[in-house]
């Protein structure tokens, strides 16, 4: 079992529509999730964070995290053309499984595969 | 400022060369990453430092040799490469904390060709 799983589509919306992209992970102890957008040929670029379970909603985009199903997905409102692009899930590594350096720690993100997302006009 | 630059945009190189990548970010973290993303597929972790010190080591082979001469600086030294590797190298840089992991910020990448 993959430990981020995404639908690969493509996921194709029409304009204005909302798009839903979901992602699904096994390391049941994991605290910290991400989405990230990556155009072709660009770097990541981070859409929204969660930490908590329930929804967070910046802008078009609304996040929600469900923890005991190990779900978490991407809600775009009013998808725009320009909005069409591969979209990562990444979720953090087990805190007990962090090493330390210095009395903190960080996070080893695992990458799903991503979702190509297309809006056409 | 969520700034990470990374120089050369784009670097072709000779089996036998040696070349290096950096990284620069001035936002004041002080953990770093370097990922190889081939086409089509999610970024892969390689290499991360916390505080200047190399705190993971995904396996990767002595070919890449990381490095990291102060909080904001991360070099990545290339010698003896494959075609194989030929990818999009990407520096990442996050605060440090406690608890929740902290954004990871991305970089432009590196695209590099290995002839």
């Known amino acids: 079992q993959k430990e981020v799983e995404q639908n690969s589509g493509p996921l194709s919306v029409p304009e204005g529509a909302i798009a839903s992209l979901n992602c699904t992970y096994s390391d049941r102890g994991s605290q910290s999730f991400f989405w990230y957008r990556q155009y072709s040929g660009k770097s990541p670029e981070l859409i929204m964070f969660?930490?908590?379970?329930g929804d967070k909603e910046d802008g078009r985009f609304t996040a929600q995290l469900n923890k005991a199903s190990q779900y978490v997905s991407l809600l775009i409102r009013d998808s725009q053309p320009s909005d069409s692009a591969t979209y990562l899930c990444a979720v953090e590594q087990d805190t007990s499984r962090r090493a330390n350096a210095g009395g903190t720690s960080y996070g080893k993100l695992t990458f799903g595969q991503g979702t190509i997302l297309t809006v056409h006009p | 400022d969520t700034e990470v630059t990374q120089t050369p945009k784009h670097l072709v190189m000779g089996m036998t060369n040696k070349k290096s990548l950096k990284c620069e970010q001035h936002?004041?973290?002080?953990?770093m990453y370097w990922y190889k993303q081939k086409a089509k597929k999610p970024p892969e972790l390689m290499f991360v430092y916390s505080y200047e010190k190399l705190s993971i080591n995904e396996s990767v082979p002595s070919r890449f040799s990381p490095e990291c001469p102060n909080s904001s600086l991360l070099n990545l030294h290339l010698h003896a490469l494959q075609p194989e590797d030929s990818a999009l190298y990407l520096c990442?840089?996050?605060?440090?904390?406690?608890?929740?992991?902290?954004?990871?910020?991305f970089g432009p990448g590196t695209r590099l060709t290995v002839l």
């Open positions: 936002m004041g973290h002080r953990a």
């Open positions: 969660i930490y908590s379970n």
């Open positions: 990442a840089s996050s605060q440090v904390r406690l608890v929740n992991t902290d954004t990871q910020y």
